[in-house]
């Protein structure tokens, strides 16, 4: 039996893209969009395909009342996402979660929901493969060079900075080095303010937004006489869909709320 899917934030650039990731995908069956906007039009025709019979609609609670749904899809902004989700958890609706920008409290508070409802959450900061492969190549280089950067860079209507995958990044830094990175300078002159970026982590991060680009991040280590640089850069949306793919085919079979594509691949 096919996993039948919802989308919310199905008009939005990423949200198109589920759709017609959903729309092609063996044993997976797109049975509601929810959106704020192009409420009415048909979501095949809206994602630029042919037109599959299933509308946007502007209530979850009216979507997953009709008890046909097994999986939901969220890529809106973190305000909707925290209402989306706790409405999915309570329909006992798993949940697949790309929107970025949920505060670690909010990750509290979703896993709450989850435990109360049993009902699964699964959230990834990045779901194209080769962003995890950058984020675990970074943890292991932690481990040996803790000097280290991170320079992300966005499509200019991008809503959060830092990018949720440069603050994973960082975390996993964080948590794999093995000695403490060289102290920052005592009396930096920063003449102009935020010029070193923002810190997390002891992990320095600069977000870049310019129109032209999708979603990109070098993490630079510094060493002694050497440097190493990971980049990934994600070109076209449908880079991240291989993962929204095989995240919806597995939310149902996790418990409570698990993070990053690393621990369901
Ligand atoms: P976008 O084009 O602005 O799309 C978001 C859509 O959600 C918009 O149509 C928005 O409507 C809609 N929306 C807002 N509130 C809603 C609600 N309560 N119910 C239903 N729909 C709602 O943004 P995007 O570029 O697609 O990005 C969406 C999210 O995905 C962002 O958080 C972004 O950082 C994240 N993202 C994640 C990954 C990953 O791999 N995890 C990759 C790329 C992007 P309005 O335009 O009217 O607000």
Known sequence: MSIRVAVVGASGRMGREVVKAVLGADGIE?????????????????????????????????????????????????????????????????????????????????????????????????????AVLMMQFSQQAAKYLPNVEIIEIHHERKLDSPSGTALRTAELIRDSRESSPLPSPANPIEKVAGARGAEFGEVHIHSVRLPGHVAHQQVIFGGTGETLTIRHDSFDRVSFMPGVIVAVRKVRDLTGVVIGMENIL
């Open 30 to 130: 797109l049975v509601a969009t929810v959106d704020v906007v192009n409420i009415g039009e048909e979501a095949g025709s809206l994602s630029g395909l042919a037109a599959c019979g299933v509308f946007v609609e502007e209530s979850l609670e009216t979507a997953l009342a009709r008890g046909n749904v097994d999986a939901l899809v969220d890529f809106t902004i973190p305000t909707s996402a925290m209402a989306n989700i706790e409405t999915s958890v309570r329909h006992k609706v798993p949940a697949v979660v790309g929107t970025t920008g949920l505060t670690p409290a909010d990750v509290e508070t979703i896993r709450g929901w989850s435990a109360e409802f049993g009902t699964p959450v699964f959230i990834a900061p990045n779901f194209a493969i080769g």
